[in-house]
């Protein structure tokens, strides 16, 4: 079964220093989504991606938060400086336009910031 | 505008009982309804999708859902529980205008007991 792939699986880190998530979507989506899920918000959208475009980053912190598609193998999203408060599991999404078949979602990245 | 709510946070069955999760949404366009399941410390699962054909949807793992315009609502059923399905079910929807996000519910943990 294609998937969608997210390193690291997890990550430890100080307050303070740079953390970076990459996603690789499945080949051939043209849809990406960055969620974060913590027990307090549930998930929470963070950035929205069609055909490596921004579409909606409206839920990103942006002074700290930034998430790009350098191509259409990954998407990136980063955190500088990172804060304790940003640590949850951070999930990425794939799927095609229309949403009617779905999407697919990796494995999260769980970053704790110390 | 799209919302989600899930009328229940937690849901306890015995096993071998049927599973019933409730799912009201709200939406603007013609949706797209989906139902997730997370297992802990896993990412999320589709079980199923519902996108303007039969309102009768079957997932896997045994669980169907059914869309019921007049009553906006989309529950998830299962005749059987099994204890592998304990987990926490998320519905989620998306309209059908070609700009929309997942927006999910705040999830149903579903507890099986022996």
């Known amino acids: 079964d294609a998937r969608v792939t997210q390193t690291p699986r997890d990550k430890v880190t100080e307050m303070g220093q740079e953390v970076t998530m990459r996603c690789q979507p499945i080949l051939g989506h043209n849809t990406v989504f960055w969620y974060r899920q913590t027990m307090m918000q549930g998930l929470e959208l963070l950035a929205y991606?069609?055909?490596?475009?921004?579409?909606?980053d409206s839920g990103m912190p942006k002074d700290r938060f930034s998430a790009e598609m350098p191509d259409a193998t990954l998407a990136t999203l980063k955190i500088q400086p990172s804060e304790p408060r940003d640590s949850a599991v951070y999930f990425c999404a794939s799927g095609l336009e229309g949403a009617s078949m779905g999407y697919t979602f990796g494995s999260g990245t769980r970053l704790t910031v110390v | 505008a799209q919302s989600v709510t899930q009328l229940d946070s937690h849901v306890s069955v015995s096993e071998g009982t049927p599973v019933l999760l409730r799912c009201n949404y709200s939406?603007?366009?013609?949706?797209?309804l989906f139902w997730y399941v997370q297992h802990p410390n896993k990412g999320l699962q589709l079980l199923l999708k519902y996108t303007s054909a039969a309102t009768l949807v079957k997932g896997i793992n045994g669980f169907e859902a059914e869309f019921k315009k007049s009553e906006t609502s989309f529950h998830l059923t299962k005749p059987s529980a099994h204890m592998s399905d304990a987990a926490e079910y998320f519905c989620v929807v998306s309209d059908a205008s070609g700009y929309s996000t997942l927006t999910f519910g705040k999830g149903t943990m579903l507890l099986v007991s022996p």
């Open positions: 991606f069609r055909n490596r475009a921004p579409l909606d």
């Open positions: 939406s603007s366009y013609s949706p797209s």
